[in-house]
């Protein structure tokens, strides 16, 4: 599952096993209504992926919101970038403004953040789906509106799907590629027919479309609106802007959707601004000024070092490690196997070696991190030891076409705790290269056959993250190994990634605790040359491609549990990406005119539920 809106929660083929007798999506209660072949479907108010949703018909506001949150007041925020030249969030061309799909667009339903994946009616009223999940219907309420005062009917909902997976970011054709057919029963009823009924995950992940007005863009060409501002269906409208430096969102006095209970206690602000800065130090002095409210640290050294002075002692700012219960995901140095340097898995093993995590965790970040050992870390979905029981039976189907070490040694990403530390990890590195038919010569390391020097570049936009890099090129350059470093403004970077233009880059690859579409994106050989896609290492295994196919299709959440270890396991074992490391806790500060509900839901913490002082 991945949040297809932006949401400000810290921070988303080919089935071989037939284990899809169970329904996988449980519904919350209600009438009855036959569909086009006369079999009755529930019409439900909210759905979860497995297992019953939290939340009964009639609820009134989520658990962690506080429903008496006063409105007002104007959230300041900044944004470490090189500016925005574009509205449109949803086209591959440009750089979207910041809080772009968040404020300005409304989705079919709303996701729910203490549950693993549920979903409530915010623009639906209800939602249809039979027992085998073929098709799914959203009925909208009669009372949505976008936001010049316009009905959202079921021809927006349709001309969304079709301009999204037409003209839109390669990410939703690819999430929404098994949808068969849409049809506009009327004007407040739409269905999806699906070309197979083992994506369990469908109804759910459509109702996670934002919603366009079809008669804003009747006449005006999708993608090239530039910086005009458009007309939204959410929450905020886009106030005073200035091209590439600032932008800020006005609240709706008249939102349609501000008493229901999917969004009684949210989007409490007047306004939200974003300012750009080129460079975080200049950022952190600006919040340290007064010139934004709230900041997110992503810094170890920051936090360690930076939050000290009369402010914080005396609470004018206030630092808070929130723990938070969600997949922490996988953040390292990602290799794009697509270049020829990197096609050898021995190689890439081979530099995981280089990589002191220790020596970093100690001397850059204070000892507060962990190392990463999973793409699922920080939850039940992350494999551990040596595969067993239902784990077991799904990878022995593969035996043959996968490295014996992932039936035989536990995956661990290398340390350099002992007595040899990092010249034993070296040691290693080496005879793995040499296995991949590498040898030194005159102090390089080269192919024994060819003589091509092994040579890579590292592509960076965070000047500060050298640091963490330049020590790791040190270690590589012991190994004869020479390695270069670019730093690019971000919407170079930016660019370069969506076309795989790079050998190395550091990215972080987040997870939700229902892994499913998603995944696709990530790993999927489908994507391996689709500009744009998020399969940042250029995967193209069939193995993972049908371990993806069984955990889009698991029928309850312990089959999804042990088919995304079986995933996460083969993964680490074809050593796509060094493993970084991961915190359980949101570093945040703000200043002390800013609340927050008492309860803070397992995905962490969220703006849109947070308020300021009358």
Known sequence: MTII??????????????????????????????????????????????GEPKYPEGFKHFDYINPQAPKGGTLKMAVVANGFDSFNPFDIRGVAAAGISNYLY??????????????????????????????????????????DGEPITAEDVKFSFDILTTKGHPFYRNYYAEVSKVTVENDLRIRFDFQETSNRELPL????????????????????????PPVGSGAYRIGQFEAGRSVEYERLDDYWAKDIAVRKGRFNFDKIRYD??????????????????????????????????????????????????????????VFNTRKEVFKDPRVREAL????????????????????????????????????????????????????????????KAPTTEGKQGLRQNLRTAMGLLRSAGYEVRDGKMVHAETGKPLTFEILLFQKSFERVVLPFKNNLARLGIEVSVRLVDSNQYVQRVREFDYDMITQSIGQSDSPGNEQREYWDSSTVNANGSRNYAGVNDPVVDQLVSLVIQAPNREELVQRTRALDRVLLNGYYVVPHWHLAKDRVAYWSHLHHPKTTPKNGTDLDNWWAEP
């Open 5 to 50: 809106r932006t949401v400000s929660s810290l921070t988303s083929f080919f089935s071989l096993l037939a284990l899809l007798t169970s329904p996988n999506i449980v519904l919350a209660s209600s009438s009855s209504t036959p569909d086009s072949t006369g079999h009755g479907t529930q019409a439900v108010h909210g759905m979860a992926m497995h």
């Open 106 to 147: 409304d989705t079919l339903l709303e996701y729910s953040a203490d549950e693993p994946f549920a979903m409530y009616g915010l623009i639906a009223e209800s939602i249809e789906t039979p027992e085998d999940r073929s098709y799914v219907v959203f009925n909208l309420r009669p009372s949505a509106r976008f936001q």
């Open 205 to 228: 992940i459509l109702g996670q479309i934002p919603i366009l007005p079809a008669h804003y863009w009747e006449d005006r060409e999708f993608g090239k609106n530039g910086l005009t």
């Open 276 to 333: 750009y800065y080129t460079d975080d130090t200049v950022a952190l002095e600006a919040f340290k000024a007064g010139s934004f409210d709230f900041r997110v640290e992503t810094s170890a050294k920051n936090w360690a070092t930076a939050y000290t002075g009369d402010k914080f002692d005396d609470g004018t700012i206030i630092t808070e490690a929130i723990e938070h219960h969600r997949p922490t995901g996988m953040q390292g140095f």
């Open 352 to 411: 995981t070696y280089a990589f002191d995590f220790e020596w970093t965790n100690k001397n850059l970040f204070y000892g507060q991190y962990a190392r990463t050992n999973s793409y699922f870390e920080n939850s039940e979905l992350a494999s551990s030891g040596l595969p067993s029981g239902r784990e077991l039976d799904i990878l022995e189907q593969y035996r043959g076409q996968l490295p014996e070490d992932v039936f035989t040694t536990p995956f």
